[in-house]
């Protein structure tokens, strides 16, 4: 199993408080990824990070931003939390692109376990 | 707004059947295309992936491209009880992100 461990792995918390969601890697893989899932519409990016002080947007980045200082952690943060934010949020890693059309590389995530979020 | 369309299912299937999922995709540019099984509770993980036009063969599991028609499907053959899962189709959306359609539930029942 790749080693990705994300913490914690359920957290009850208020609207308007902040939140961070730990993403460790021990794979020293260059791509890191914050998903969101919720019923109906599937894992959706929210952040991704390409390297070292390097991310990017993805498609539900509005209330979330990230940092990755070190290769090994990606966090994730909800400045001020709502209820549309709760949600199972997984964190990814690739060691490639996406587009390994060589066949050696197939851009593969190793997701980690999960973190639940509730935000009341 | 790239999109990957599944139907949500859930596909109920007898035990040693064959079980079609089927995916759409709405950007023609996209390249890499994979299949990934969810079970309830747990995280995705990766069964299948094509790059090219026709079919893959990885033991039960078959993937089939059509870029023409924007479509990719994953076969199950000989379907089993622990084949129910959720199966979740995803498309290179470019620079390295992928875009994951909502998943189609499988149930095989015995």
């Known amino acids: 199993d790749a080693g990705i461990t994300q913490s914690p792995r359920h957290k009850v918390t208020e609207t308007g408080t902040p939140v961070t969601l730990r993403c460790h890697q021990t794979?020293?893989?260059?791509?890191m990824y914050w998903y969101r899932q919720d019923p109906g519409h599937g894992l959706r990016l929210i952040h991704y990070s390409y390297g070292v002080k390097d991310t990017d947007k993805g498609e539900v980045s509005d209330g979330y931003s990230v940092s990755r200082s070190k290769t090994e952690d990606f966090l994730l943060t909800l400045e001020s939390a709502t209820s549309s934010q709760t949600s199972v949020y997984f964190c990814?890693?690739?060691?490639?692109?996406?587009?390994?059309?060589?066949?050696?590389?197939?851009?593969?995530?190793?997701f980690g376990e999960g973190s639940r979020l509730t935000v009341l | 707004q790239k999109e990957v369309e599944q139907n949500s299912g859930p596909l109920s299937v007898p035990e040693g059947a064959i079980a079609s999922l089927n995916c759409t995709y709405s950007d023609r540019g996209s390249q890499s295309f994979f299949w990934y099984r969810q079970y309830s509770g747990k995280s995705p993980e990766l069964i299948m992936f094509i790059y090219s036009n026709g079919d893959k063969e990885d033991g039960r599991f078959t993937a089939q491209l059509n870029k023409a028609s924007q479509y990719v499907s994953l076969l199950i053959r000989d379907s089993q009880p622990s084949d129910s899962a959720t199966y979740l189709c995803a498309v290179e959306g470019g620079y390295n992100k992928l875009i994951f359609g909502a998943g189609t539930r499988l149930a095989v029942h015995p």
């Open positions: 794979e020293n893989h260059r791509y």
């Open positions: 990814a890693i690739s060691e490639s692109e996406h587009t390994g059309t060589s066949g050696f590389n197939t851009g593969e995530l190793f």
